[in-house]
């Protein structure tokens, strides 16, 4: 090799650094070949907070992005479609595409994104696809995304977004399904919307705030072919133009605030399927022209302001299956037309004004599962043919104006589960034949003129739950066949004429919880076998004899007994400390004797009444009594004890107490609930006398008290009268002067306290401030007060002191009821310009807020379960435990309530109703009957 070629050789060292070098470079220039579009990608990639590992093919090694996963390409490598439904990406939506020019399909649903849709999606010019439904993305929709001339679908249902839809979505010329619902948008609809010719779905529901009218324009969507607008404010009537919706399949604007009548126009709507327009204010009558609906499958007018009679031509509408016309102002007949809808699964009416009779031609409508007409003023019989509907489930026809015999084909309807024929003039004997229905789980027939017996084939009704019979005139006795049915739950037998005694075989009923049996002849003692199960037991006003068995302690789960107006002698079992969930007991108007037991003052949960009056006690008031803390009722009257009252002074939540007519002796406990205590409630007690306070010292309470003791009360009573006098008289001059202005100096106040609280009303006005707003309802604000003691109450202030329905209807209804789950009443307030009522507080808000709010979906399904258990049982009690029973009509998430351990409470009673009857021995009295209104939610389920 020439000297001068070796010399330009580089040396072996160096030659192999330089080809590391070289390698490198390549390696380095492989690592960054990944094209522009690859690169905004990774870009977002690494924006995001994703755990997963279904984006570890996106590599930034590759030299196309291709292959990566949820990534589709043309064959000229452009990106066209970027599909990651349900992966779990965590962070913001991608701010620059760009790169994507080919880009068609964006499909980025249930991904946890967050964050605001950026404006330059606008930009992507060949879209036809958005779908970012399912996400928690904020702000407001860009109204750049209009320019997307391209674009076929947009999905932006359930997320977090605010402010109006797009003035300008009428641009959006390609636009065939639009999906907007479950956001917070606001604003109306916009009128370009009908500039919108291929559009085929728009869902724009569960927007609250979008309000306005639906406007005309929308009958320019020719195309349009499902409709959603539920759970919003859109208000005003249904445009006529809805009847140029030739193609329309489904119109769903339920829970809002639509008024004015259904536009005739609706019955060129020819092939609607289902028309939900349920929860408005719709007036008017239903147009005729729905007859011309001959494809309409599912018809639901239910909780408007509906008037007229149900129009004949709905009959022609051959492939309904379900009709609910239920709570509205309907009258008139039930058409006989009816009798031709053959797949008419569920008819319901209730809750109107409607007359005549059950049709007969009903009986044709051999598909029907469920037939609700109760609520009505239906009269006549039941159709004797009525047992031809073998698929029927459900028969609600209580509250009416029914007369004649149960039809003994109703035994027929072999699939049925419930039957609710309370409240109507049946009479006539119980066919016995019901009784083989092995699917019947409910079977109310209460208040109406049933005679003749309980047959004994009830032991056949194997799945019976709920037994209600009260209100009749049965006679002959409890069968003991009833011991066969082993899940029943609920039987309420009382103000019959039944005789004999309480069936022992009754210990059979292994899941009995509530047994009430009161005012009819029966004898014999209070069994032994009583089922362990019992919450609730009232056998009150019958005959029983012997004593109170020491098994009664058996009854662990037991919340309420009464036995009052019997002939029971003897003492007070001590066993009866074992009914440790005991609330309530009332033994009054017997023969019990001996001391009162000291157990009786170890129940913990003894906090409604104990009522031992009318009986033959003797000795003092056990020492133990001074534990009942949370007792509000307590009637030891009428009996022959004695000593001093003093064990009751530390009974802090007494509202009512009665000692009169026993032997106490003694000065009064110088409280505050006793100087304010009736004198009746004390009478004839003879060494009894109240000393210090407001009244003179010294003066007795029994026959013997002083005469000059007397007269000093007298003076006094008459002084202080005269001051107070005086005083308002001065008071009303001055008021009259400077007339009212504050809250305080409107009115007298009339307050009624259920619970012992100490506070005046300037500390509950004080604190009606919109700082301490914590929610609204349908009937008024709430707010959260802080007691002086440092108690925390819940204040609802109405709406408006005009309207006293509400007001009403919360005061009667919870003041007369107690339940685990249903918020407790407190007291009440009222003067000429406010109505505030006062509850227990709960610091976890509604289920709305829990399920809906900053955590939504937080609760678990265990935790939903339990909820949803408490409201039902809840439901369960105002329904069939309460007589008359109590529709809420208003059950929705924002009504529940949830307790410090999240346990339920049904709330907002505004809207609370019961069913009317005339019965004397009501224990939950009745409520004045609003007109049905309702909140825009959910329909209560207490209402259907």
């Not at 009908?194 to 705030?209: D, Y």
């Not at 003791?709 to 003076?715: E, F, N, R, T, Y």
């Not at 309207?803 to 009222?830: D, K, M, P, Y």
Request: net charge negative; hydrophobic share 40%.
């Amino acid at each position: 090799m020439p000297a001068p070629l070796r010399n330009r050789l580089l040396p072996p060292n160096i030659f192999s650094f330089t080809l590391l070098l070289s390698i490198n470079s390549l390696l380095l220039r492989s690592c960054y070949s990944i094209d522009e579009q690859g690169q905004a990608l990774l870009a977002w990639k690494n924006s995001l907070n994703t755990s997963t590992d279904v984006l570890n093919s996106w590599s930034p090694l590759d030299s196309s992005p291709c292959k990566w996963f949820g990534v589709h390409c043309n064959s000229n490598g452009n990106i066209i479609e970027i599909n990651l439904k349900a992966v779990n990406l965590q962070g913001p939506l991608p701010s620059n595409f760009q790169p994507l020019k080919s880009l068609k399909s964006l499909i980025l649903s249930s991904t946890n994104l967050t964050g605001a849709i950026p404006k330059a999606f606008g930009d992507y010019l060949e879209l036809t696809l958005i779908d970012l439904s399912d996400n928690s993305l904020s702000g407001e929709i860009p109204g750049e995304i209009c320019r997307l001339r391209k674009l076929q679908n947009l999905s932006l249902n359930t997320n977090f977004l605010e402010g109006a839809i797009p003035s300008d979505i009428g641009n959006l010329s390609s636009l065939v399904y639009l999906t907007l619902f479950d956001n917070q948008l606001s604003g109306e609809i916009p009128q370009s919307i009908g500039a919108l010719s291929r559009l085929q779905i728009f869902r724009a529901g569960g927007n609250k705030n979008l309000r306005g009218e639906l406007p005309q324009e929308i009958g320019n969507c020719t195309n349009l072919v499902v409709l959603g607008l539920a759970e919003t404010s859109i208000s005003g009537s249904l445009p006529s133009s809805i009847g140029k919706l030739k193609r329309i399949q489904t119109v769903a604007i339920y829970t809002a605030l639509l008024s004015g009548s259904i536009p005739e126009e609706i019955g060129d709507c020819s092939e609607l399927q289902n028309l939900y327009l349920y929860q408005n204010s719709i007036s008017g009558p239903i147009p005729r022209r729905i007859g011309k609906l001959s494809k309409l499958q599912s018809f639901l007018l239910w909780q408007n302001s509906i008037v007229g009679a149900i129009p004949d031509e709905l009959g022609r509408c051959t492939e309904l299956t379900v009709i609910d016309l239920s709570e509205n102002l309907l009258t008139g007949s039930i058409p006989r037309s009816f009798g031709n809808l053959l797949k008419l699964e569920e008819l319901q009416l209730s809750v109107n004004q409607l007359t005549g009779t059950i049709p007969v031609e009903i009986t044709n409508c051999t598909a029907l599962s469920q037939l609700e007409v109760d609520n009505n003023e239906i009269s006549g019989e039941i159709p004797a043919g009525i047992g031809s509907l073998k698929s029927l489930t459900l028969f609600f026809a209580w509250q009416n104006n029914l007369t004649g015999n149960i039809p003994e084909s109703l035994s027929e309807c072999e699939n049925l589960q419930a039957l609710d024929l309370s409240f109507n003039s049946l009479f006539g004997s119980i066919p016995k034949q019901i009784f083989g229905l092995q699917n019947l789980s409910k079977l109310l027939i209460l208040s109406n003129d049933l005679s003749g017996f309980i047959p004994p084939d009830i032991g056949n009704c194997t799945n019976l739950y709920r037994l209600r019979l009260n209100g009749n005139r049965l006679g002959g006795t409890i069968p003991s066949e009833i011991g066969n049915l082993k899940i029943l739950n609920f039987v309420d037998l009382s103000n019959n004429l039944l005789v004999g005694g309480i069936p022992l075989s009754i210990s059979g009923c292994q899941n009995l919880e509530f047994l009430d049996l009161h005012s009819n002849g029966i004898t014999g003692s209070v069994p032994d076998t009583l089922p362990k199960s019992l919450q609730y037991v009232d056998v009150s006003d019958n005959r029983l004899t012997g004593s109170l068995t020491h098994r009664i302690g058996s009854l662990t789960e037991l919340t309420k007994l009464n036995l009052a107006k019997n002939q029971l002698s003897g003492g007070i079992p001590a066993e009866i400390m074992s009914c440790s969930k005991l609330q309530l007991l009332n033994l009054g108007d017997n023969g019990f004797s001996g001391e009162i037991p000291r157990e009786l003052g170890q129940i913990p949960a003894l906090d409604i009444s104990l009522n031992l009056s009318c009986n033959q006690f003797s000795g003092k008031i056990p020492s133990q009594f001074s534990d009942l803390s949370k007792l509000g009722v307590l009637d030891i009257s009428h009996n022959k004890l004695e000593g001093s009252l003093d064990v009751l002074a530390n009974l802090q939540n007494l509202v009512l107490l009665n000692v009169s007519f026993n032997d106490f002796s003694g000065e009064l406990p110088n409280t505050p609930f006793f100087r304010k205590l009736p004198l009746s409630d004390l009478a004839s007690n003879q060494g009894l006398y109240i000393a210090g306070g407001v009244v003179t010292p010294g003066v007795r309470l029994g026959p013997g008290a002083h005469t000059g003791s007397a007269m000093k009360l007298l003076m006094s009573v008459l002084l202080s009268a005269s001051a107070v006098l005086i005083l308002l008289a001065i008071y009303m001059l001055v008021r009259a002067r400077i007339g009212s202005h504050g809250l305080m100096e409107d009115d007298t106040w009339e307050m009624t306290l259920y619970q012992k609280l100490e506070f005046s009303v300037d500390d509950i006005v004080k604190n009606l401030t919109s700082a301490n707003v914590i929610g609204t309802g349908s009937s008024g604000v709430v707010y959260r007060v802080i007691l002086p003691n440092g108690e925390m109450i819940a204040v609802k202030k109405m709406w408006s002191s005009e309207e006293s329905g509400a007001f009403n209807s919360e005061i009667q209804t919870l003041g007369s009821i107690r339940h685990r789950n249903i918020v407790r009443l407190l007291g009440w307030c009222s003067n000429k310009n406010l109505k505030l009522l006062f509850y227990d507080y709960l610091p976890h808000g509604s289920l709305s807020s829990l399920l809906h709010g900053a955590g939504k979906g937080g609760a678990e399904w265990e935790a939903r379960y339990d909820v949803l258990l408490g409201v039902a049982h809840a439901l369960a009690y105002l329904h069939h435990d309460c007589l008359p029973p109590i529709l809420h009509g208003d059950v929705k998430a924002m009504n529940v309530l949830l307790g410090p351990g999240y346990e339920p409470y049904l709330a907002d009673f505004g809207l609370a109703r019961v069913v009317n009857n005339n019965s004397d021995d009501d224990f939950c009295k009745p409520t004045q009957r609003p007109q049905l209104a309702g909140s825009y939610g959910y329909m209560a389920p207490g209402t259907s």
